[in-house]
């Protein structure tokens, strides 16, 4: 499954992923890439939890990154 996941710095350095289809599924991370390790970790488990609940699982969003001449 795809998520979007959306990483940023926060005040102190330490960068926060996020993925909003996932209520509440936030990390973090020294580095980009260690809060992208991170954010997968706990969407995998957020799922995990999802599934041991008989809960439905939410369906990856599709999106498309279009260019814009300025």
Known sequence: MRFRVLIEPDED???VAECPVLPGCVSQGQTRDEALANIK?????YLASLAKH?????????????DVPV
């Open 13 to 15: 350095g330490v960068f």
């Open 54 to 66: 008989n809960e439905p699982s939410p369906s990856p969003i599709t999106e498309e990154l279009v």
């Open 41 to 45: 970790d706990a969407i995998a488990g």
